[in-house]
């Protein structure tokens, strides 16, 4: 399966400081309807794959890490698939194994 859902969460409070349109302020004062997370529900994810919960990193270290859950999965793949790992075995595990080493996967 090539789908992997990456969970981007960021508490509501901060969605709200960050909200250079003003777009949650028209919701919580009625101007706007079914905003979701204000006045419709919001649902996180059940299972994600990964969460990157932007409050706690700048977004160089988000892209960074959503590089890295991309770049493990990857090498997962190729590290599994007969195909690759009889025809290449040693770069592909090595390359595996680094990415491994380097990447932070919660």
Do not use: M, W
Not at 49 to 75: H, M, V
Not at 93 to 104: P, T, V
């Amino acid at each position: 399966n090539d789908f992997l859902e990456v969970f981007i969460s960021t508490p509501l409070e901060v969605c709200e400081q960050r909200d250079v349109k003003g777009l949650y302020k028209k919701s919580r004062t009625g101007i706007i309807k079914d905003f979701t997370g204000i006045s419709a529900p919001f649902e996180a994810p059940e299972n994600p794959f990964a969460e990157i919960d932007t409050s706690k990193f700048t977004i160089e270290e988000c892209i960074t890490k959503l590089k890295d859950i991309i770049k493990n999965r990857i090498a997962l793949s190729f590290s599994l698939n007969p195909f690759f790992s009889n025809k290449y075995p040693l770069s592909i595990l090595h390359l595996f194994n680094g990415i491994r080493e380097n990447c932070s996967i919660p």
